[in-house]
């Protein structure tokens, strides 16, 4: 079983919609959880992350964690075309090295 | 705002060359760290870096590959004979608590 699975998409969806993404993971020990972004050609950018479980809010994204059934979520509301992107799940790997187990990232887009 | 910074940000070479690629981690940073993202797959851990050696690293980071930090704001990865399948982004980050800041990336084209 793959360490962190997510849909890649596409995802499309208009101006203003809620989005809500979604990984699984497979590792009830891991405990940090983040969400980056990707823009084409880009490196990953930290959008936020979580410590166990619970939510945490910052601004128009909510990220989620329910330990329970090992599944992340990131909801955006009033999605712009600017949130266009991949959105990639990362768990952080235990140990030293705080290495990062990506999910293969989800392709969004917003239409105007 | 501090950023990782990369180059070049594209490299083209022949099967069996040396590549090195250049990272500048974002100054007061300690832990350094590759990935690399074959087209249409997802960001890999290559190998994570500590205190002037690899604290880490995955299967893919073979003998073939090596890191090094040559002054006190270098971090490079060499790949000392190139294969086909080389071919990716390769990206650097370095950390600071938890959060890990990525560079733009090199992208590596094998011939």
């Known amino acids: 079983q793959k360490e962190v699975e997510q849909d890649p998409g596409p995802l499309s969806v208009p101006e203003g919609a809620i989005v809500s993404l979604n990984c699984t993971y497979s590792?009830?020990?891991?405990?940090?959880f983040m969400w980056y972004r990707q823009y084409s050609r880009k490196g990953p950018e930290l959008l936020m992350y979580?410590?166990?479980?619970g939510n945490k809010e910052d601004g128009r994204f909510t990220a989620q964690v329910d330990k329970s059934s090992k599944y992340i979520s990131l909801f955006i509301r009033d999605s712009q075309p600017s949130d266009s992107a991949t959105y990639l799940c990362a768990i952080r790997h235990g140990g030293a090295t705080n290495k990062l187990i990506f999910g293969t990232g989800t392709l969004l887009a917003v239409q105007p | 705002e501090p950023e990782v910074t990369q180059t070049p940000s594209h490299q083209v070479t022949q099967m069996g060359q040396e590549v090195i690629l250049r990272c500048v981690p974002i100054s007061n940073h300690l832990y350094f760290y590759w990935y690399r993202q074959i087209l249409g797959q997802k960001v890999e851990f290559l190998v994570s870096?500590?205190?002037?050696?690899?604290?880490?690293k995955s299967e893919i980071f073979d003998d073939q590959f090596s890191v090094e930090r040559p002054d006190g704001s270098n971090f490079t990865l060499k790949i000392r004979s190139t294969k086909l399948e080389d071919s990716a982004m390769y990206f650097c980050a370095s950390r600071e608590e938890e959060t890990q800041y990525f560079g733009p990336g090199t992208r590596l084209l094998v011939l």
């Open positions: 979580t410590y166990s479980s």
């Open positions: 590792n009830s020990a891991f405990q940090y």
């Open positions: 870096f500590y205190n002037n050696e690899i604290s880490e």
